[in-house]
Nanobody
Framework: VQLQASGGGLVQAGGSLRLSCAASGRTFSSYTMGWFRRAPGKEREFVASISWSGGNTYYVNSVKGRFTISRDNAKNTVYLQMGSLRPEDTAVYYC????????????????WGQGTQVTVSS
């Protein structure tokens, strides 16, 4: 599966952005999808994931209540709605896919998009 992330940009603290990740391939609906991010000088970290059906979602504690992950299997697209953005959310955001990720680490996902930059100004 090939992934293409988009929707990043520059936003003021407290603002919102919606990231999208379009996937190619007919088996998109069988993949767990995840969003990760890498802030300057830091390692890539898990942000959120959603099961193939959309029935199960997980978030890192720092974004709970502010970010929402969703998917539209008919459109082969996963979204990350980000609200109440903070300067510490500044990072390159990556979408990832795997049919059966064993955890929430980058190494657990086999397919990656190219990343989209999110910059939150204070």
């Amino acid at each position: 599966v090939q992934l293409q992330a988009s929707g990043g940009g520059l936003v003021q603290a407290g603002g919102s952005l919606r990231l999208s990740c379009a996937a190619s391939g007919r088996t998109f609906s069988s993949y767990t999808m995840g969003w990760f991010r890498r802030a300057p000088g830091k390692e890539r970290e898990f942000v959120a994931s959603i099961s193939w059906s959309g029935g199960n979602t997980y978030y890192v504690n720092s974004v709970k209540g502010r970010f929402t992950i969703s998917r539209d299997n008919a459109k082969n697209t996963v979204y990350l709605q980000m609200g109440s953005l903070r300067p510490e959310d500044t990072a390159v955001y990556y979408c990832a896919a795997d049919q059966a990720p064993s955890g929430r680490y980058p190494g657990d996902y086999g397919y990656w998009g190219q990343g989209t930059q999110v910059t939150v100004s204070s």
